[in-house]
């Protein structure tokens, strides 16, 4: 069954990445297209578009090698996790804020704090800003924007409620991070601020079974 589980968990994640790629690669062919169809006249045009398509590739690939193909005995390489994801936003219509204290976190825990990023990232559909921050127990991540959604689907996979057989290419991501956090003895509890605000937050796996004594004696 462990076997079972973890492939269907690599052919998840396999096809989240492949969407992520998709997009860049195909404006990509869209340039080549161009080129070849009105020549010297769209060449200008046509080159501004693969390049920048290729950048949004690269930069994809490199923060999901991270997020996906990095870990407990992995060495990092290239460039540190705050950059990865400062690069993966920039220019979108979401603005990073990744502060100093959340940066100085070991490795392990960088990669839940931008699994955590991609979860917020998710819930600004119409664009935002995510703040990132180190809390007691490890990252904490602030969404604000309008419209801010984050979907029942996603909020039951990120708190590891969902069966796995259950989880599809949409919320196999928030899947992936309640179990990144489980690795490292938390929980992601989500928080709703304010209006127009969302909290999620590493919490310590005892003060999970805390709270839920607390709840039961009420």
């Known amino acids: 069954m462990r076997q079972a589980d973890d492939l269907r968990l690599a052919e998840l994640l396999t096809a989240r990445l492949c969407h992520e790629l998709a997009g860049p690669l195909a404006a990509i062919g869209n340039g080549v297209e161009l080129i070849a169809e009105e020549g010297a006249e769209a060449a200008a045009d046509a080159v501004a ?7 949004r590739a690269a930069t994809r690939l490199q ?18 996790p705050h950059a990865l994801a400062e690069s993966l936003f920039d ?3 979401i603005a990073l804020g990744y502060a100093e204290g959340a940066r ?8 839940l704090a931008c699994s955590m990023l991609v979860v917020g990232a998710e819930a600004l ?4 800003r995510l703040a990132l921050a180190a809390g007691p127990a490890g990252p904490e991540l602030e969404a604000s924007g309008e419209a801010i959604t984050l979907s ?17 290419s949409r919320t196999v991501h928030a899947y992936f991070t309640g179990l990144l956090a489980q690795s490292l003895g938390c929980r992601i509890a989500i928080e709703a601020a304010a209006p ?20 039961r004696s009420t």
């Open 49 to 55: 578009l693969v390049a920048d398509s290729a950048r």
């Open 91 to 93: 220019g979108t219509r």
């Open 152 to 168: 029942a689907e996603a909020a039951a996979a990120l708190g590891l409620g969902t069966p796995l057989e259950e989880i599809t």
């Open 125 to 128: 559909a119409r664009g935002g």
């Open 196 to 215: 127009g605000r969302l909290r999620l937050a590493a919490k310590a796996a005892e003060d999970q079974a805390a709270e839920a004594t607390g709840s």
């Open 63 to 80: 923060f999901y090698r991270f997020l996906y193909g990095f870990g407990p005995s992995s060495a990092l390489a290239g460039a540190p």
């Open 104 to 111: 100085a976190q070991p490795s392990s825990w960088q990669k």
